[in-house]
């Protein structure tokens, strides 16, 4: 799967709606984009909600869509829709505009890729 398909997923993400959204969207549940074909297909991939940490902190899983319009992001999907692409930590208290949540998803995907 190619970073830029990943990084136009990334810049695409309202950090301030998602980190505003985590902390009332229960565990493996949807974050961005909002659920329907149309968005799947033209996002890629997915972000879902992971574990919360305490103190306001959770998790922010990156999937891949099964009906994902690039076609490398949807065989992987199709392999295994719930495997794991990208983690980190967001912290709204600490980071409201969720730069370092940010940060840490494109580090974790390029660790996973190599």
């Known amino acids: 799967m190619s970073k830029s398909t990943f990084n136009d997923f990334r810049k695409a993400i309202d950090w301030k709606k998602v980190l505003k959204k985590g ?9 961005f984009p ?3 074909p149309t968005d799947d297909s033209a996002y890629n991939y997915r972000a879902d909600k992971g574990a919360d940490l305490g103190n ?3 998790e922010v899983i990156i999937q891949a869509n099964k009906n994902a319009e690039n076609k490398a992001v949807r065989d992987a999907a199709n392999k295994n829709s719930h495997a794991i692409h990208a983690k980190a930590v967001a912290d709204p208290a600490n980071d409201p505009e969720g730069s370092k949540v940010d940060e840490e998803l494109f580090a974790d995907w390029d660790a996973r890729k190599k």
């Not at 902390?23 to 974050?31: I, K, N, V």
């Open 23 to 31: 902390s009332s969207t229960p565990h493996g549940h949807r974050l």
């Open 34 to 36: 909002s659920r329907t």
């Open 56 to 58: 306001g902190k959770f």
